[in-house]
């Protein structure tokens, strides 16, 4: 019996759903539920039983769905309000049943099913959205579905696998600067299909107005793909036909600003490619100046790809997978206004972990300065809160950009003098793999006596960001 579990009850999309029912099994005529009227676009609320009747020659073929308000009862399952069950179709051809088992528990995962995580056989474990297009590949290709949906990410011998992106696994790094992403939703048909094509004459335009200096020229090597080459780096933009997966949207979700609303998680959810901007730019050897335009150069050329799929009604977010960060579509418009302003967009590339939110004695850490001045930032034992440290934070890490260079020990910054002290991080930094970080570390006004110990992150491996008041900063 196939399990859908769901944190909120959303429809049966009957017309799409008797669609691939019909192109997979075209000898039965297909009816999902008892009000089904045959429309293309309808869809049922899904409440209470539902029954899919397919009807040919022979015997017909009935599936069963329950709808029950409450938690699925009797293993482990992922946080959920409720559940839908599938009852066993009523055919002798198991190949039949698991191709039909498939195909509704496909369409109640998608977005109007509302479905979060899905059992396909007994004995297998709970599967995201992501893993439905590989399972439905591999029972169309003759697998038993107890199989596929026991190891969907194991690839099908009949059919090729568009394997998730290998940059979600991305960490920070010192020498180099971080991946940026663009989620990409589909098509108006719910379909898989390219993404506009970029302007890559347009971006090139954009980019000498941007840097004049930067000598930036492109070598496009498709309609998604190109290399860009100015200053001492190249940057890659690279289509992946994949999402990225649902554990990582999960963790990113919880370390993520998303201002003004709620994430969008149907979207999130249920996009289907992302288009990737990587650097591999030697940050050390750039020095701040090239490191920095190099930096917006990514910015700016993230901004002008998104806005085309925005525009297309394409674009579910913006991502930075090293620092398990989102943005929403929104922010598009604070990143061409820091652009504009000729500063490098921090909040794309710097993150904030806090440590300790008491007022009076707050303490946070930054992950993503290091490419640009060899230092992280962190505040111990603060005076002060947090969203105000927060603002304050966001202010010196502006003017430190700006400045491109790293202040002396005991230096202060700012009409509001922040003293800045030269140290070793004491923040938990899993990916530096041990090695010492040097760190500037702030006092603001009065000198605090540091903890004798590093506080543990809550965001830790993955950062969380702060404040970082106006400009997305």
């Known amino acids: 019996m196939a399990i859908i579990l769901y944190q909120q ?4 999309p009957a017309g799409r759903l008797r669609a691939k029912l019909a192109e997979a099994l075209p000898l039965r005529r297909w009816i999902c539920g008892e009000e089904d009227d045959g429309s293309p676009n309808q869809s049922i609320p899904l409440r209470g039983h539902h029954l899919i009747c397919g009807r040919g020659e022979g015997a017909p073929l009935f599936v069963e769905l329950r709808c029950i308000e409450m938690p699925y009862a009797g293993d482990t399952a992922p946080p959920h309000c409720g559940h839908v069950t599938l009852s066993p179709p009523t055919t002798d051809d198991p190949a039949e049943a698991d191709q039909v088992t498939a195909l ?105 107005a941007l840097d004049p200096d930067g000598d930036w020229s492109i070598d496009p090597r498709d309609d998604s793909a190109a290399l860009l080459t100015g200053r001492p780096g190249r940057i890659g933009i690279t289509l992946h036909k994949a999402p990225l997966p649902a554990e990582w949207l999960q963790l990113a979700q919880g370390h993520s600003d998303w201002p003004g609303q709620p994430p969008d998680t149907a979207a999130l959810r249920w996009h289907t490619a992302c288009l990737t901007l990587t650097c591999d730019l030697e940050t050390g050897a750039a020095g701040p100046h090239d490191t920095a335009q190099v930096a917006r150069a990514m910015a700016a050329a993230l901004l002008l790809l998104g806005q085309d799929l925005h525009s297309a009604g394409r674009l579910a977010a913006l ?40 007022p009076g004695a707050v303490s946070l850490s930054t992950t993503g300065l290091m490419p640009f001045l060899d230092h992280e930032v962190e505040a111990w034992n603060a005076p002060g809160d947090a969203e105000t440290l927060g603002e304050k934070l966001g ?79």
């Not at 992106?165 to 600067?177: G, K, M, S, Y």
């Not at 430190?400 to 005991?410: A, D, F, N």
């Open 104 to 208: 509704i528990a496909d369409a109640l995962m998608g977005h109007e099913g509302g479905g979060l995580w899905c059992r396909l056989s007994e004995g297998s474990g709970w599967m995201a959205a992501a893993g439905m297009e590989e399972v439905l590949r591999r029972v169309a290709a003759g697998e038993p579905l107890q199989r596929a949906g026991t190891d969907p990410h194991r690839p099908s011998p009949a059919t090729r696998r568009a394997v998730a992106p290998a940059f979600h696994t991305e960490v920070p790094r010192t020498d180099r600067l971080p991946t940026l992403a663009l989620l990409i939703a589909p098509g108006s048909d719910g379909r898989n299909t390219p993404p506009p094509p970029p302007g890559w004459a347009l971006l090139v335009q954009h980019l000498d």
């Open 9 to 12: 009850a959303g429809v049966l």
């Open 319 to 358: 991502a930075n997978p090293a620092h398990a960060k989102l943005f929403p579509p929104q922010y598009l418009p604070n990143l061409a206004e820091t652009l504009e302003a000729d500063e490098v967009p921090v909040q794309l590339f710097i993150s904030t972990a806090i440590h300790t939110t008491t």
């Open 395 to 473: 202010k010196v890490l502006r003017q430190l950009l700006i400045q491109e260079i790293v202040p002396r020990h005991g230096d202060t910054l700012g009409s509001s003098p922040v003293r800045i002290l030269h140290g070793t991080s004491r923040a938990e930094r899993p990916y530096a793999g041990g090695k010492p970080i040097p760190a500037l570390w702030l006092e603001f006004g009065e000198a605090r006596p540091y903890p004798s110990r590093p506080a543990v992150s809550a965001a830790a491996p993955l950062r969380r960001p702060g404040g970082f008041g106006r400009k997305g900063l």
